[in-house]
């Protein structure tokens, strides 16, 4: 990487951190140059301003998440073992970055505001049901998940019951709500299984 | 109520829902002058300043959604028809107040900031979960939900799926996983029933 390329990347680093721990309102130019230690002239080089670092930020923050949450692929697994494991990767890592998930802070910070981060956060949440979804759907076409199932509501579910435990887990400083979601998403993933496990 | 408690009461309602869209960082003191068309002295005669105005706005949005979200108290419904009741209305109705769920908003918002706002999230989310549990705990004591059902548990599953889904459906601008929750929480209540229907 060239040195132009290696102080974009700090940067990014640098500030996404601090827009998902800030949002995108509270978190000011002053506080990047601050944390980069650069001047105002070579952080405005790299950036055309704070909208453009900010959807930087987020997508250097979400793919971090991402990849920390998303169990690797392994099609020699059962499609319910997969979401298991994607589950319990998610309550273990929840981020990997300070301030919670991303995807959450963003869509709560832009649903109202900010078009371009509003727009990769829908994103970012298409890409992660569509990776769920995926391994209900091949769950379905080895018959390891009973007929009927919906790949992208049990997506939605998995998603929403995750987020909202977060939410709550991160205003309580406990892993409480976590670990409840967790024992619960274990329940109704294994209730999913062909044949369903006797009751 | 005298003059001056009407005006204040007609701030707090004009600020909620520019604060529950905007977040604190995003809202300004001139946002509020605008939306009240009062003058700086007239405001902080009344709110000693950003801070104070911000957590009366959120006390105002909460006990809002809240009303609007909690079925009415009513001891001969059967506990698992007021959880449904419960869900329904808040698919139906998610919020009063522009913005989306000011609990959510002001979670994702101040989980690492203000510490005012935190407080008085942790202190909604505590209400509405001491709710949800105590239909639980009347359904245990009546036998009308099945004996081990956790009362905490239980509501922190609800309620994370019900915001997470609607953390979904804000962005997305559609209902879509707010209608997966309900199907998915109204199946997950009735199987709390007692006894179990069969399956």
Redesign the interface.
């Known amino acids: 990487m060239s040195k132009g390329t290696t102080t974009r990347q700090r940067i990014i680093e640098n500030a996404a951190p601090l827009f998902n721990?800030?949002?995108?309102?509270?978190c000011s130019m002053q506080d990047i140059l601050e944390a980069t230690g650069l001047q105002k002239g070579g952080l405005y080089r790299h950036f055309s301003g704070k909208e453009e670092l900010a959807a930087e930020a987020f997508r250097y923050a979400l793919s971090r998440a991402m990849t920390s949450r998303m169990p690797a692929a392994d099609p020699s697994l059962n499609a319910v073992e997969h979401l298991r494991k994607l589950i319990e990767q998610f309550v273990e890592a929840p981020s990997a970055i300070?301030?919670?998930c991303p995807l959450?802070?963003t869509?709560?910070?832009a649903?109202?505001?900010n078009s371009v981060l509003?727009d990769l956060?829908?994103n970012g949440?298409n890409e992660w049901r569509a990776r769920i979804a995926q391994i209900v759907s091949r769950g379905l076409r080895r018959k390891e998940i009973r007929a009927g199932a919906r790949p992208?509501?049990l997506a939605?579910?998995i998603?929403?019951?995750?987020?909202?435990?977060l939410?709550?887990s991160?205003?309580?400083e406990s892993k409480?709500?976590l670990y409840?979601?967790r024992?619960?998403l274990e329940d109704?993933v294994s209730r999913l299984a062909s044949p369903?496990p006797p009751?």
Chains 1, 2 share one sequence.
Not at 21 to 26: C, E, H, K, M, Y
Not at 159 to 165: F, K, N, R, W, Y
């Open positions: 721990q800030l949002g995108f309102a509270g300070p301030g919670g959450l802070n869509a709560v910070d649903d109202d505001g509003r956060a829908r949440l992208q509501a939605n579910i998603i929403a019951t995750l987020e909202g435990a939410m709550i991160r205003l309580e409480a709500a409840d979601a024992s619960f109704f369903p009751r």
